[in-house]
């Protein structure tokens, strides 16, 4: 595939990508299946992680991370009362990677962001 087909059909499968992409962020303390959002794109798993990558900088579970982190973050500067309950709100089964995850994406312990 040529640059220009690969952006041709990039453009094509931008709209479907961003209801991919709308779901993730409406959705983003559920658990995600990619083969169901590949399959309501219209799209083989491996063409999905591709453009979906392609269009929003993001694998999907990371896109995922990075959507639930950014939530977090404002829950707890917003005021929450409690670390573990942001993480388990936002989709995190483990308030421990929760934290690593946070701390990684924003130099930052989330407990540092509560007490802001």
């Known amino acids: 595939m040529t640059y220009s087909t690969t952006c041709a059909f990039n ?3 931008r709209p479907r990508l961003k209801t991919a992409a709308d779901w993730h962020a409406a959705n983003h303390s559920e658990p995600i299946v990619i083969r ?3 399959a309501s794109s219209g799209m083989s ?4 992680h591709m453009h979906f990558k392609a269009v ?3 694998s999907p579970l990371a896109f995922q991370r990075h959507i639930r982190l950014l939530e977090a ?17 936002v989709g995190y089964t483990s308030p421990s990677q929760f934290s ?5 994406m924003f130099g930052t312990a989330p407990v540092a962001d509560l007490q802001r």
């Open 45 to 48: 798993v491996t063409s999905f």
């Open 73 to 89: 973050r404002k829950l707890l500067t917003a005021g929450s009362t409690n670390v573990s309950r942001v993480a388990y709100e």
């Open 11 to 13: 453009s094509r499968a």
């Open 56 to 58: 929003t900088g993001f």
């Open 100 to 104: 690593r995850e946070y701390k990684s």
């Open 36 to 38: 169901d959002l590949a």
